[in-house]
């Protein structure tokens, strides 16, 4: 795991870093275009296309702002002298966030879907936007699934009239940054359910050969196989920049994760004890050992999963940045 770590981990930093320092730059471009944009159309095609891309979240307040200042009522500019919709918002998809008692939105609707019909059975439209139109039909965009999405519009955007071509840049570049932090993630959990798989054949044979644990045998193999390590680290593969490398790293091995798992074998094991008896646990070795009775035992295994909190609280303290690995 640690050769995974040094083989994968300083170029996805230093890509990382590049990245972090080119949006910065773009970020600013892009904030200029917000604050010259007079054009309401022009600034909802803007954070169209940012969301499109995927690269909403580092421009999450701008768009936020801008989107604030796009009121409902601002479809009024595309209705016509006798109050129907014109032209204007066949392509618009924000009219599907609409909630309860918004009639207007309601409205662009049922206007975009007859007249976007009417334009693909027409054949009025071009690549790409005919490709985009044929997917909101099916699924209207806010309720899609936007990765999805994204990846059909990285091909699709720069064949648009206007595109940027930096804003274009930078989702491609961020598209590879995060497919080198998911393989890097994945070859983690992918370790660990190798060695998980080792874990289980080990009880397998143990099982096969009638093979007497000790009660540390136990407690180890046990806890391990609970999977308390594959969980933390396939958890965490998609939270992206949510989590850093190095708290992913310290899940997969870190003392607090194996005492989380300690805790709830032992608990479980007294627990399955009480309720059922004589069965293979680590209560069951801990009283074979120095032939004690179930109450030495259960106390035994009491004072074992304090210990084991005590080892988690330490975590807190010490390692609160990685929170909420060791949460």
């Known amino acids: 795991m640690a050769q995974l ?6 170029p996805l930093r230093r890509s990382e870093e590049w990245m972090r320092q080119r949006a910065d730059k773009i970020k600013e471009k892009v904030h200029t275009l917000f604050r010259t944009s007079g054009d309401v159309v022009a600034r909802m095609n803007l954070v169209d296309a940012i969301q499109r891309l995927g690269v909403s979240h580092l421009f999450n307040k701008v ?7 796009i009121h409902a009522t601002t479809f009024n500019i595309f209705k016509g002298d006798d109050g129907r919709f014109i032209n204007g918002i066949a392509d618009e998809p924000s009219a599907y966030l609409l909630v309860h008692d918004e009639p207007e939105l309601k409205k662009a609707i049922s206007f975009s879907r007859h007249h976007l019909k009417s334009m693909m059975q027409c054949g009025n439209l071009k690549h790409p936007l005919s490709d985009q139109v044929k997917r ?7 309720r ?12 699709e955007y720069g064949k648009e009239e206007g595109h940027i071509s930096f804003l274009l840049d930078l989702a491609k570049s961020l598209r590879i940054s995060d497919n080198q932090r998911e393989m890097y993630r994945v070859a983690y959990a992918k ?15 143990w099982s096969y050969n009638n093979h007497m644990t000790s009660f540390e045998e136990q407690v180890a193999l046990s806890t391990k196989t609970l999977t308390m390590q594959l969980l933390c680290v396939s958890t965490t593969v998609g939270w992206g920049d949510a989590i850093s490398n190095e708290a992913f790293q310290w899940a997969a ?14 608990m479980n094991d ?5 309720n ?12 074979n050992e120095p032939k004690v009775i179930s109450e030495v035992a259960f106390a035994k295994l009491d004072s074992l999963i304090e210990d084991e909190w005590r080892t988690m609280n330490q975590a807190h303290y010490e390692h609160h940045q990685l929170l909420p690995v060791v949460q």
Do not use: W
Request: charged letters at 20%; aromatic letters at 8%.
């Open 5 to 10: 770590a040094r083989g994968l981990g300083p």
């Open 63 to 69: 768009i936020s702002t801008s989107l604030s200042d």
């Open 136 to 142: 909101t039909l099916h699924l209207p965009l806010p």
């Open 144 to 155: 899609s699934y936007k990765r999805v999405e994204t990846l059909h519009y990285l091909s």
């Open 191 to 205: 370790k660990e359910f190798q060695k998980l798989s080792h874990y289980f054949l080990q009880e397998a044979e």
């Open 253 to 266: 091995g870190s003392s607090p994760v194996t005492s989380c798992a300690k805790i709830m074998r032992l």
């Open 270 to 274: 007294i627990t399955s004890f009480k």
């Open 276 to 287: 059922n008896g004589d069965i293979a646990s680590t209560v069951e070795r801990y009283m």
